[in-house]
């Protein structure tokens, strides 16, 4: 069984340009949920994806979207990217929404620059 | 509005014990959870309480009281691997969680 995966690990990025962040799921979990944590705050839920579908968001603007694939992998973009956007970008999977407990990725640490 | 409370920092000695408070104010409760961050890395699962009282997990127990939006975590026989971020969060009523900012843990010899 393998756990949560998330790429890239590290990104480096300039104000205005878009990106991709990838999760995989733990194999038989059907929900990812996204969160940004900026340094030394607690994550900030972004979305939840259940079954492909939008399943709940946070307080992020369009600009933040996400899409969920038939094996449950899920992505995050972030489009015309800002300073304040430079945070770890954490993927937590889960059996299905609600009360289970969640399974976090390694993160992805983004840098706007 | 909806809001975790817990103390920023906390310091304590190798083999001691100590508690990590948390208070939350959120619209509806699904129960709480805890979570431990070692820096740069990801969160991992610790506890979770939906009724009141005491659930024990070796070395770490965690209480919670719904009346006073109240949990605490206990760390017992402190190991310098303790020296953590320690995480409340709140699943609400959409069933989202909120997270509180951590509290970060020292432990000294």
């Known amino acids: 069984e393998t756990g949560v995966t998330q790429s890239p690990t590290h990104l480096i990025k300039t104000r205005g340009q878009q990106v991709t962040l990838r999760c995989s799921s733990q194999?038989?979990?059907?929900?990812v949920s996204w969160y940004q944590q900026a340094l030394g705050q607690g994550p900030q839920f972004i979305f939840q994806y259940y079954r492909e579908e939008e399943n709940g968001r946070g307080n992020f603007p369009p600009r933040f979207s996400g899409l969920q694939f038939p094996n449950y992998s899920s992505e995050l973009n972030v489009n015309a990217l800002e300073l304040d956007d430079s945070a770890l970008y954490l993927c937590?999977?889960?059996?299905?929404?609600?009360?289970?407990?969640?399974?976090f990725g390694p993160g992805t640490r983004l840098t706007v620059l | 509005g909806q809001n975790i409370d817990q103390p920023t920092e906390m310091t304590a000695t190798e083999g001691a014990i100590v508690q990590i408070n948390c208070t939350y104010q959120?619209?509806?409760?699904?129960?709480l959870f805890w979570y431990q961050q070692h820096a740069g890395e990801a969160p991992t699962f610790l506890s979770y309480n939906v009724l009141d009282g005491l659930e024990e997990k070796g070395r770490f127990s965690s209480f919670l009281s719904r009346s006073k939006g109240y949990s605490y975590l206990l760390l017992k026989e402190l190991q310098m691997k303790d020296s953590a971020s320690y995480l409340c969060?709140?699943?609400?009523?959409?069933?989202?969680?909120?997270w509180g900012a951590g509290t970060k843990l020292i432990i000294k010899p």
């Open positions: 969060a709140v699943m609400d009523s959409n069933y989202q969680l909120i």
């Open positions: 937590a999977s889960s059996l299905f929404p609600g009360l289970n407990e969640q399974f």
């Open positions: 194999s038989g979990h059907n929900t």
């Open positions: 959120t619209s509806g409760f699904n129960g």
